[in-house]
């Protein structure tokens, strides 16, 4: 949650955000490249262990119906919340333009709906269609529809289904193509099966802890050693095959440049395989410390840090373009304008003011975190599992 956050900063406050992608070798640092790039371990551990969190809640007594009932409900409330609340928070602005980010809360609100009807089936089943999923659906990478730009018609039924499948960057105008627009940053695909293979991998949690340990041993250094192995191939798993740069450190840098939109094959082998061996570690380090609880705080409340941390980033930016006398006008612009036109010139700041804005919003969030983390210890309330 909190390495998320630096991601969002970076987005508001970094001087080079509307300049160049910080994954382009040919134009950024190893610094740049790394705030990029240790970020990418977030959505996936998110979708994956929201997978885990609907199993653990089936083991530890709701029904099948229950559960099912519960993950529409959550799902539903998740996609209103990425259209209304997140919409607001990157944007600041009513433009009427403006339908929303299709991100990681859409994603996993549609995958526990899908979700929903899967936990029915034998685990062995779900594993299955999840792993198949993530697997083979690198398979239709060169499969594109034609992308939608101001002033084209809007896409027809089939291109926008398949935009939101597996076809990110596009905008989807709503219902002619002068209305508002959503843009689709995380299609569905492979999404869903991340989520499936996450509440299958719930099943560890109901084992004795040795052999539990074990296995997060087994199934993380494996996916891991998957990922090197065919990241080494450069045949299958990646539409971006890593190549020799200008020095040695560039070419490890090329190596773990995977694609995130849609998350490739070895973008999650990469990013799930070293996730499970902390998991590993999380649960054999000691279970007190002021660091830990720091930390574990932000976790009791995940959807609660994720809706402010939005907020607070943004403020953070404006507060800071206005004190160094810096445009700020356009932070109160959509993603619409801001693509089009982009912010005026001069605007942002160097990446170690990125990371004090970071701490310093990580450090603004925790009393408000934690006064939430106890609401929830001390009540019941239905809705609260719903924040």
Not at 8 to 17: E, G, L, S
Not at 167 to 181: D, K, R
Not at 277 to 300: C, K, Q, Y
Request: charged letters at 15%; aromatic letters at 16%.
């Amino acid at each position: 949650m909190v390495i998320m956050m630096l991601d969002h900063t970076r987005d508001f406050v970094h001087n080079a955000v509307y300049q160049f992608p910080p994954e382009d070798l040919s134009r950024t640092n190893v610094a740049l490249f790394f705030t990029r790039w240790i970020t990418h371990f977030c959505a996936p551990v998110f979708v994956f262990l929201a997978g885990t969190g609907a199993y653990l809640q089936f083991a530890r007594g709701k029904s099948k119906a229950e559960l099912s009932r519960f993950l529409v409900t959550r799902g539903l409330w998740l996609i209103i919340l990425e259209l209304t609340v997140v919409r607001l928070g990157i944007s600041f602005s009513l433009d009427y333009r403006f339908l929303a980010f299709l991100q990681v809360i859409w994603v996993i609100g549609v995958s526990m709906i899908i979700l929903a009807a899967l936990i029915h089936l034998p685990l062995k089943v779900i594993a299955g269609f999840g792993l198949v999923m993530i697997a083979v659906h690198n398979l239709f990478d060169d499969f594109r529809v034609t992308s939608w730009r101001p002033g084209t018609p809007v896409p027809g039924f089939g291109a926008t289904i398949w935009i939101l499948l597996h076809q990110a960057f596009e905008g989807l105008p709503f219902p002619t193509s002068s209305g508002p627009v959503a843009f689709v940053i995380y299609p569905l695909v492979p999404w869903i099966g991340v989520m499936a293979v996450g509440y299958a991998f719930g099943a560890l949690y109901q084992w004795e802890a040795r052999r539990r340990r074990r296995w997060l041993l087994i199934i993380g250094a494996e996916t891991t050693a998957l990922f090197i192995i065919i990241r080494a191939i450069n045949v299958y798993g990646d539409p971006a095959k890593w190549s020799e740069q200008k020095n040695a450190l560039f070419t490890v840098l090329s190596f773990v440049n995977t694609s995130k939109y849609p998350p490739s094959l070895l973008f999650l082998l990469m990013t799930l395989g070293p996730s499970i061996l902390a998991l590993l570690w999380f649960e054999a380090a000691p279970s007190t410390g002021a660091i830990r609880n720091f930390f574990v705080t932000f976790g009791r409340v995940p959807l609660f840090f994720y809706l402010l941390q939005w907020f607070t980033a943004h403020i953070i930016s404006i507060l800071l373009h206005l004190a160094f006398g810096k445009p700020a006008g356009w932070l109160f612009k959509s993603p619409v304008e801001l693509f089009t036109n982009g912010p005026p010139q001069g605007t942002g700041f160097n990446l170690g003011i990125v990371y004090l804005s970071w701490i310093a919003g990580v450090l603004l969030l925790y009393p408000l975190c934690k006064w939430f983390a106890d609401v929830k210890q001390r009540r019941r309330d239905w809705w609260l599992s719903y924040l």
